[in-house]
């Protein structure tokens, strides 16, 4: 990225929308040099998330929807099995109150969780009315967390 060493960085951060919410979570919970995520409309739970998705459309959980293997692979990698994975880090979450792909209700017992926890920093917006989008003050929440966390100069706007 820099050939030249002109620049090193020194602070490593993971943002997404949707799926890529999902994987901040899961960025978060595996790698020690991100310390600030900031999913928006995702859930860190993705076995519940899915649970719901497979009762609501009237399949079961199991092959060939919800394989064995799935499931493994959930309970390794999954953020909300390893809530001590985010001591040190910090989390925006930004959700919509109103998100039916992708409801709150399955993020919140994790966060709330976080939010109890010592050297875990976490900051909620749960934007009410808003569906799976997202909300213009959304992009004001991840512009400002990035610039609160990072030693990068600022202008004076």
Same mark, same amino acid.
Request: some cysteine; overall charge negative.
């Given at each position: 990225?820099?050939?030249?060493?002109?620049?090193?960085?020194?602070?490593?951060?993971?943002?997404?929308?949707?799926?890529?919410?999902?994987?901040?979570?899961?960025?978060?919970?595996?790698?020690?040099?991100?310390?600030?995520?900031?999913?928006?409309?995702?859930?860190?739970?993705?076995?519940?998330?899915?649970? &719901?998705?497979? +009762? #609501?459309?009237?399949?079961?959980? %199991?092959?060939?929807?919800? @394989?064995?293997? $799935?499931?493994? *692979?959930?309970?390794?990698?999954?953020?909300?099995?390893?809530?001590?994975?985010?001591?040190?880090?910090?989390?925006?979450?930004?959700?919509?109150?109103?998100?039916?792909?992708?409801?709150?209700?399955?993020?919140?017992?994790?966060?709330?969780?976080?939010?109890?926890?010592?050297?875990? &920093?976490?900051? +909620? #917006?749960?934007?009410?009315?808003? %569906?799976?989008?997202?909300? @213009?003050?959304? $992009?004001?929440? *991840?512009?400002?967390?990035?610039?609160?966390?990072?030693?990068?100069?600022?202008?004076?706007?």
């Amino acid at each position: 990225m820099f050939p030249n060493d002109e620049h090193t960085i020194s602070e490593w951060v993971c943002s997404g929308i949707s799926l890529g919410g999902h994987s901040t979570w899961i960025v978060l919970a595996h790698e020690p040099r991100v310390k600030l995520g900031i999913p928006i409309i995702g859930c860190p739970d993705y076995q519940a998330l899915m649970a &719901d998705r497979i +009762v #609501k459309n009237s399949l079961t959980m %199991g092959p060939p929807y919800f @394989p064995q293997t $799935l499931t493994d *692979l959930i309970q390794r990698t999954g953020a909300s099995n390893k809530p001590e994975a985010f001591i040190g880090k910090r989390v925006v979450v930004l959700s919509g109150g109103a998100d039916q792909l992708v409801p709150w209700e399955f993020s919140q017992p994790f966060v709330d969780q976080l939010q109890k926890m010592d050297h875990v &920093d976490v900051e +909620v #917006k749960v934007y009410e009315g808003s %569906g799976h989008e997202v909300h @213009p003050e959304m $992009l004001v929440k *991840l512009r400002n967390a990035i610039f609160r966390n990072s030693n990068a100069p600022r202008s004076k706007q």
